[in-house]
C-alpha cells in the first residue's frame, strides 16, 4: 500500500500545479515531494505526472487516479482526526439536493434535528423537482421521488410513496363513493392542467396497469388549488399521499380506491460513486434512513 504521504504529495502537485508549489502547500521541501512522487510512480508503474520546467500536469491515467484518490484521502483526515480526538466532531459544508414540495415538510425537520446534533456540520439545501447534475450543482448528496434513471450514481433506498385518490366527506355524503376506478365517469374528478394528460388517471385493476378517463366542471394548473377545491366538495383529487397527509390526519379527506393504487413510487438517496463519502454525508444518509420510518409517509 503506498504511503500516505507520498498520496498527498501527489494530490498536492496536481492541485497546485506543480513541485515547488505542492511543497510550500504541504510544508515539506521540494526535494521531498519530488522523491515521494517518483516513489509512487514506481511502485505503480506509471507515469502520474507529466513534468516541464514551468509546469506539472497529469497524465491521462495520472487524473483518473486522482479522481479516486482525493475523495479517499479527504475521508483518511477526517477518520486521522476523529481517532486522535474523539471531541472533535464532523464539520464542513454539506450540500442536499431535494424536491421543492417534499423538502420544506418533511425533509426540513431532519435536517434541523441533524444540525443540533452535530453544530459544526452546516447545511445547504438546494431544490428541484429536476435530476440535477452532481457536478454542476456541486452536491453531496440528494433525495429523489421517482424511478432513478441510469447513472453512475450511487444509491440508497429509503422508501416508497403513495399515489391516491381523494375527497371531502361531505362530498361523499352527497354523491357516495365511487367502488371502482370505472365508476369515477359518473364523479366530478379535479384536474390538473399542466399534466400530459389531465383527462386520464392510472390504476392498476386485476393486475395491469389502465388509465380510465375522468372528467370535471373544476381544474386548475396547481396542486395547492386543487387541494383546496377537494376541501370544498367541489370533486375528488388525485396525488401522491405524502402532500396531503395533512389534510388526511384532519379528517378533511378520505381516501377511496385504495385497493386500485399503483405501485407506490420510490424514494432514495444517490451520491456520486467513485468515491467513498466523507463523514457528513455518510452521518445524514444514516440520520434521514433511521428517521424515514418515523415521518409518516408510507
Not at 506543480?18 to 508503474?45: C, F, I, P
Not at 482526526?81 to 464539520?91: F, K, V, Y
Not at 467513498?276 to 454525508?281: D, G, I, M, R, V
Amino acid at each position: 500500500m503506498e504511503r500516505l504521504e507520498d498520496l498527498e504529495a501527489f494530490v498536492g502537485v496536481v492541485e497546485q500545479g506543480g513541485l515547488t508549489a505542492a511543497a510550500r502547500w504541504l510544508d515539506r521541501s521540494v526535494q521531498s515531494v519530488s522523491r515521494a512522487l517518483a516513489t509512487l510512480e514506481d511502485n505503480l508503474g506509471i507515469e502520474l505526472v507529466e513534468r516541464t520546467t514551468r509546469r506539472s500536469t497529469p497524465s491521462e491515467a495520472g487524473l483518473a487516479f486522482y479522481r479516486r484518490v482525493k475523495p479517499a484521502l479527504e475521508e483518511i483526515k477526517e477518520a486521522r482526526l476523529e481517532a486522535t480526538d474523539s471531541r472533535i466532531a464532523p464539520s464542513g459544508l454539506l450540500r442536499i439536493g431535494a424536491p421543492v414540495l417534499f423538502s420544506p415538510v418533511y425533509l426540513m425537520p431532519v435536517i434541523a434535528d441533524f444540525m443540533r446534533r452535530y453544530p459544526e456540520i452546516d447545511v445547504e439545501l438546494k431544490l428541484s423537482d429536476r435530476f440535477v447534475n452532481f457536478e454542476e450543482e456541486e452536491l453531496d448528496l440528494a433525495v429523489r421521488i421517482g424511478e432513478l434513471p441510469d447513472s453512475d450514481l450511487k444509491a440508497r433506498r429509503l422508501g416508497s410513496l403513495r399515489r391516491v385518490v381523494f375527497g371531502a366527506p361531505g362530498y361523499f355524503a352527497r354523491h357516495g363513493r365511487p367502488r371502482h376506478p370505472d365508476d369515477l365517469q359518473r364523479h366530478s374528478c379535479i384536474l390538473r392542467t399542466v399534466d400530459r394528460h389531465p383527462n386520464q388517471w392510472t390504476f392498476q385493476i386485476n393486475g395491469r396497469t389502465r388509465s380510465v378517463p375522468v372528467s370535471g366542471s373544476f381544474r386548475a394548473d396547481t396542486m395547492t388549488a386543487i387541494y383546496s377545491a377537494v376541501t370544498h366538495e367541489l370533486g375528488l383529487g388525485f396525488s401522491p399521499l405524502w402532500q396531503i397527509r395533512h389534510l388526511v390526519d384532519a379528517g378533511q379527506v378520505e381516501l377511496v380506491l385504495t385497493s386500485y393504487e399503483l405501485p407506490p413510487v420510490p424514494v432514495h438517496i444517490v451520491w456520486p460513486s467513485g468515491r467513498s463519502p466523507l463523514a457528513k454525508t455518510r452521518l445524514f444518509k444514516e440520520y434521514l434512513l433511521e428517521q424515514w420510518p418515523r415521518m409518516g409517509l408510507e
